[in-house]
């Protein structure tokens, strides 16, 4: 999970961190994916671009330093710091990276009010994240 910057402070391990009530990782853990916090904090590596004041070129800097294959990126600032289209539940791929694209969990998207938009997130969030399965041969 990518995020933008974290309100409640620089420190890595609180990058979407679902308290408190209310904040981004909160909705994103409860109202949206609907998972206990502990299984939401060790099912997702969870990253912020930036620490403090939003800025693009840090951003980028930042996103082109990152080492996961697949990212859920939150949000049209991380899109672009990504340098991909922000087209909300779409799923975009590059020769570093795949990603799934989901509105940002702030609670100011209006992508969230459309019906079915968080059950649709749901959906795609677990086919995302599900194990691959290895394909079998035709010499076994």
Partial sequence: MIGETNPYGPAPG?????YPLGCSGWRLCFKILKMKSS??????????L????WDLKLAS???????HESRILLGTR???AHGVEFKPFSFVG???FRALILPHPSGRSRSWNLEGSVDRARLLVEAFTAPTQER???DE
């Fill in 14 to 18: 609180m990058a979407l961190w679902p």
């Fill in 39 to 48: 299984d939401y904090i060790k099912k997702f590596d969870r990253v912020n």
């Fill in 50 to 53: 930036v620490d403090g004041d």
């Fill in 61 to 67: 800097k930042r996103a082109s330093e990152l080492e």
């Fill in 78 to 80: 991380v899109c672009q």
């Fill in 94 to 96: 590059s020769k570093r």
């Fill in 136 to 138: 079998k041969t035709d």
